[in-house]
Nanobody, 116 residues
Framework: QVQLVESGGGLVQPGGSLSLSCAAS????????MGWYRQAPGKQRELVAA???????NYADSVKGRFTISRDNAKNTVYLQMNTLKPEDTAVYYC??????????WGQGTQVTVSS
């Protein structure tokens, strides 16, 4: 079955950096678009960044210039490099895979906390 396993979350001070990884299995990785979403307490899940099969990217306005999404098809892995983190970036971050039929797969989530 399809599995998406996130790693790399944790506690970081404001202004710091974190790198998230999501390893996919059970899916033809090169055939799916990948994305990172986040959900803060009391808020809806929102798109943070996405990358298409061909490598085109898009970002939420709130993270543009600070976050970078990338993918390594040879390793079946998508990454999210997060720089200049702010307290409002605190959330559970979820990895997403979307098929060409617009079917979504989700990871279990990883907590990112930005606090001094």
């Amino acid at each position: 079955q399809v599995q998406l396993v996130e790693s790399g979350g944790g506690l970081v001070q404001p202004g710091g950096s974190l790198s998230l990884s999501c390893a996919a299995s059970g899916i033809i990785f090169s055939s799916v678009a990948m994305g990172w979403y986040r959900q803060a307490p009391g808020k809806q899940r929102e798109l943070v960044a996405a990358i298409t099969r061909s490598g085109s990217t898009n970002y939420a306005d709130s993270v543009k210039g600070r976050f970078t999404i990338s993918r390594d098809n040879a390793k079946n892995t998508v990454y999210l490099q997060m720089n200049t983190l702010k307290p409002e970036d605190t959330a559970v971050y979820y990895c997403n895979a979307r098929t060409s039929f617009n079917y979504d797969y989700w990871g279990q989530g990883t907590q990112v906390t930005v606090s001094s």
